[in-house]
Each structure stands twice: as C-alpha cells, then as structure tokens.
C-alpha cells in the first residue's frame, strides 16, 4: 500500500514539473518572440496662439433716424443701396400689426424661391434646423425670427407651390407696403452692409490702427461715444482684427502673409486673414498684431471684441510610435521597418514634430520611400533587420 502512494506521488511530481516547464517555455516564447504592428496614419498638427482683440471697419452710425420706435426692415450684414428703404417707424397699433405680415412675407418669398431653385427639401430642412442650433450654442439670437420662420416654411412646404402661389405673395407683399398710413420710411443716406447694432465705435477708423501700441488700443476702445440709432452702415468690404499678443509669439507671423484665424466665442469660424502689421514690443513684451480680410463681411457687421486662436504653422505627416524608431550605426539615420508582404522592409524617416509617444515622420509621398497610410508599421520584435521574414 506504501509502494502505491509513493508511485502516485512521484507521478504527480512529474506531470506537476512538466506541466510547470510547459507554462515556462510558453511564457518564454511569448516573451522572446514578441511582434506588434500598427497601421500609418496621416495626422495634420496646427500650432497656433491665443489673442483677444477688436474689429475695426469703415463705418458709420445711422444718427439721422430719429423716431424712437423706428425699427429696421432690412436683415443684419445686409448689403444696401443710397436711397434704400431700411427702417420704419410705426405710429399706430395697426401700422405695427402690418410691419410684422411684410416682414413675415418677405422671409417666406425669399425662402420659397431659394428652395425652388434646388428640391431638396429634406436637406434644406436639415440645414435650417444646424443653423438655429449653431444660434442658440453661441448665443446670437439677432436672427431668430427668420431662423424660426425659415423652419417654419420648409416644414409646410410642399411642390405644390408654384409660380402662382408666388405671385400671390408676392402681389399681397407690394399691397402691403404702399400703404403709408401709420408710418414713416427712413432712406439709406448712401451704400454699404447695414447693421443694427451700434455700440459708439463706429467713430473708430483703420488708419487709427497704423503704429498704434497695445496701450493705444486698450485708450481707444476705453470709451465709446454716446451714439443711438437704429442701426450703422459699413462703407467698405475690407475689415480688420486687432489683436494684442506676446511680441515674442508675434515672431512666428509675417507681415504681408496669410494666416488661419480660428474665432471663438459669439463667432464660430475660421477666416483667412493677411498679417497687416506688426508693432514694436512694449515694455511689458505685448505687440498689436493688424489682420485684414475682404472677405466674410456680412457674419461681422454686429461684433466687436473677439478670441482668435492664430493658426501660424500646419503640419501633416505620418504618426510613428517612438517605439518604433531606430537609430543606424553612425548615430545620424533614423529608421523604421515596415511589413511588406511577409518580409521587414527598412525605410529611413524624417522627424517632422515629437508630442507624447509619438513622432510625425515626413510622408513617403515626399521623399520617395514606400511609407504612406495604411502602410503596417513594426512597433516592435526580435533580431529584426531588412528582408527578415516577419509574416
């Protein structure tokens, strides 16, 4: 009976130290004969400053109107003639009443007609309901009513409105607007985009912004003139940003260059602006930096002080992980293996940026090398040289 158990024991002992040497081997191997890839993607790094600063157009306040209840009939960044209708003022109950139908039918001819153009109602609704969520995020409620009537139009609208319908509208809308009683019409002394925000900076001019200091711009936006009125009008298309920023940020533009300006704030948008100016530093090492653009004028006409992020560098590479680079023999090239088919390909790299784990390598559409995305990169292995089966 002794005999026995001393036989299992042994046998145990044995399957337990094979079963022991087994798991040691495996862990070995896994250790030993590690393997990891990973896909090339195209990555773009913007490197960009912060600034806050004011916009500056060729403007002027509408002083001559008057009327306390005057309101405007024409729309925010709206482009108008010498001469052009642009606010009413109502003297009765009833002259307030028909004001609110002609504004109304206005934004529906004009929404009826644009659609007509183009039947895609669907994605015209869509649109329409982004743009009021866009409004309501930023907090610029200036439009909401013809925000609110265009979702109101499409969602009715069907293709059964035809020319008739039309002309319908239109025929009520120029009734509507010859009657005179009740009310008086203020004319545009002359062109421009109007506006109906009037905040006393109006008096402010571009060439006040020519070797002007951060603390000539902090002066000249100290105090605004006591300036009422139903709205401005904006003479030219070019408009300008002036921004304070660190001098020795301020390096990395160039005058008489482009540069991406991501605003943020009541305005979400990207514009492409030229660096007018840059001025000398101060003694606190703060420069005014002048942007001007032509473009985009209709989106800024009611806006003052805004945030930039300046975009002055974009970079688009290849993501490498550190892991993955090497360094050859001389100590000057740096490389990378690549898997093509089943074998390890060696392709030397440049290092465009370093951030985190990672490099951005030049892509091999610029150098000639065989690295592009979706190319499989070795992060790691064992013994691996050119032309190794890997795969």
């Known amino acids: 009976m002794k005999r026995s158990d001393f036989y299992i024991q042994v046998t145990a002992a044995v399957l337990f130290l094979a079963v022991l040497s087994y798991i040691g081997i495996y862990a070995y191997n896994a250790l030993s004969n590690t393997f ?3 896909p090339a993607v195209s990555y773009t790094i913007e490197e960009t400053l912060t600034a806050e600063g004011f916009i500056i157009r060729t403007e002027s306040a509408l002083t001559g109107i008057h009327g306390s ?8 960044g709206e482009r108008v003639a010498n001469g052009q209708a642009i606010a009413v003022e109502y003297l009765t109950a009833d002259a307030l009443v028909t004001a609110g139908e002609i504004r109304s039918l206005r934004m529906m001819i004009a929404q009826l007609e644009q659609n007509r153009g183009h039947r895609t109602l669907e994605l015209s609704q869509i649109g329409s309901v982004i743009e009021l969520s866009q409004a309501v995020h930023s907090g610029d409620l200036s439009r909401l009513d013809e925000m609110s009537l265009n979702i109101e ?13 039309l002309d319908a509208l239109r025929t009520r809308l120029h009734t509507l607007e010859q009657r005179d009683e009740g ?10 985009t109007f506006s109906h925000v009037v905040d006393g900076f109006e008096h402010i001019e571009p060439r006040a912004l020519n070797n002007i200091t951060p603390e000539g711009l902090e002066e000249l936006f100290s105090l605004p003139l006591n300036t009422s009125g139903v709205g401005k009008l904006v003479t030219s298309f070019r408009w300008y940003f002036a921004a304070v920023m660190d001098s020795e940020e301020a390096r990395h533009l160039q005058e008489g260059r482009q540069a991406t300006l991501q605003f943020s704030g009541a305005f979400h948008s990207d514009k492409n602006m030229m660096v007018e100016n840059i001025s000398r530093s ?9 942007f001007s ?13 805004l945030t930039a992020q300046i975009v002055y560098t974009s970079i688009t590479g290849i993501r490498v992980p550190k892991e993955a680079i090497h360094l050859d023999d001389d100590g000057t090239t740096l490389f990378i293996f690549l898997q093509t088919g ?5 392709v030397n790299v440049e290092i465009l940026r370093e951030y985190d784990d990672v490099y951005l390598v030049r892509d091999g559409a610029a150098t000639g090398s065989p690295l592009r995305t979706g190319s499989t990169i070795i992060v790691r292995a064992n013994n691996l040289y050119h032309g190794k089966v890997v795969g």
């Open 36 to 38: 990891v890839t990973t």
């Open 69 to 76: 209840d005057a309101m405007p009939i024409v729309n925010e």
């Open 153 to 165: 139009t499409l969602v009715f609208e069907t293709d059964s409105t035809d020319e008739a319908d």
């Open 183 to 192: 009310m008086r019409t203020f004319f545009a002394p002359f062109s421009g």
């Open 282 to 290: 101060n003694n606190d090492g703060l420069s005014v930096v002048v």
């Open 293 to 305: 653009s032509d473009r985009g004028l209709h989106e800024i006409t009611h806006l003052r002080q």
């Open 342 to 346: 089943v074998r390890a390909e060696r």
